[in-house]
T-cell receptor, first 115, second 115 residues
Framework: AQSVTQLDSHVSVSEGTPVLLRCNYSSSYSPSLFWYVQHPNKGLQLLLKYTSAATLVKGINGFEAEFKKSETSFHLTKPSAHMSDAAEYFCVVSDRGGTASKLTFGTGTRLQVTL | SQTIHQWPATLVQPVGSPLSLECTVEGTSNPNLYWYRQAAGRGLQLLFYSIGIDQISSEVPQNLSASRPQDRQFILSSKKLLLSDSGFYLC??????????????FGSGTRLTVV
């Protein structure tokens, strides 16, 4: 079974400061991991993905995530927050079993960016 | 290119009324289709998934049902809405081949308010 834990339900940063959104996963297999972003009343947009290639993954809008197998972590970072980054972020792990191949979502982290 | 359409964007319905939300996918064949619900302040809950026409799996017992009358059409329904059915409903698609590499592609969502 797969599971993912987002350690913070809410993170607040000042504009121009670094962003760190934490995610830990549990998987019986070599997982695929994703970060999605959701702006208010919008669908989810894929931010970046890890699929067993390079452990440091670069995504859109300057976000990065590093896959650390020893720590079972996939934390999302950005060097400098922008007001437009305010949104909800979901860490997701794949389920490699079965024909439906479902994704398992974390409970989300709401990122607030202040002036 | 593949696109996913979901409508309506917003809906206000009285308790006890029926519901029909529609989702269609273009540019791919035999996709896996998913319905998620996102209640206020909570993460995403998988409601139904489908691996083919008339093949629907329900993840949680509830007041809702799903149907897939055509390969790229997925419908979420209810005969009598409850207040607890309020939420943000998201349709998503993927393929077995693509899910590990790309995750899901989400529709823009439907905000349902039951009054």
């Amino acid at each position: 079974a797969q599971s993912v834990t987002q350690l913070d339900s809410h993170v607040s940063v000042s504009e121009g400061t670094p962003v760190l959104l934490r995610c830990n996963y549990s998987s019986s297999y070599s997982p695929s991991l994703f970060w999605y972003v959701q702006h208010p009343n919008k669908g989810l947009q894929l931010l970046l993905k890890y699929t067993s290639a390079a452990t440091l993954v670069k995504g859109i809008n300057g976000f990065e995530a590093e896959f650390k197998k020893s720590e079972t972590s996939f934390h999302l970072t950005k060097p400098s927050a922008h007001m437009s980054d305010a949104a909800e972020y979901f860490c997701v792990v794949s389920d490699r079993g079965g024909t439906a191949s479902k994704l398992t979502f974390g409970t989300g982290t709401r990122l607030q960016v202040t002036l | 290119s593949q696109t996913i359409h979901q409508w309506p964007a917003t809906l206000v319905q009285p308790v006890g009324s029926p519901l029909s939300l529609e989702c269609t996918v273009e540019g791919t064949s035999n996709p896996n289709l998913y319905w998620y619900r996102q209640a206020a302040g909570r993460g995403l809950q998988l409601l139904f998934y489908s691996i083919g026409i008339d093949q629907i799996s329900s993840e949680v017992p509830q007041n809702l049902s799903a149907s897939r009358p055509q390969d790229r059409q997925f419908i979420l329904s209810s005969k009598k809405l409850l207040l607890s059915d309020s939420g943000f409903y998201l349709c998503a698609w993927s393929t077995l081949r693509q899910i590990q590499a790309q995750g899901y592609t989400f529709g823009s969502g439907t905000r349902l308010t039951v009054v």
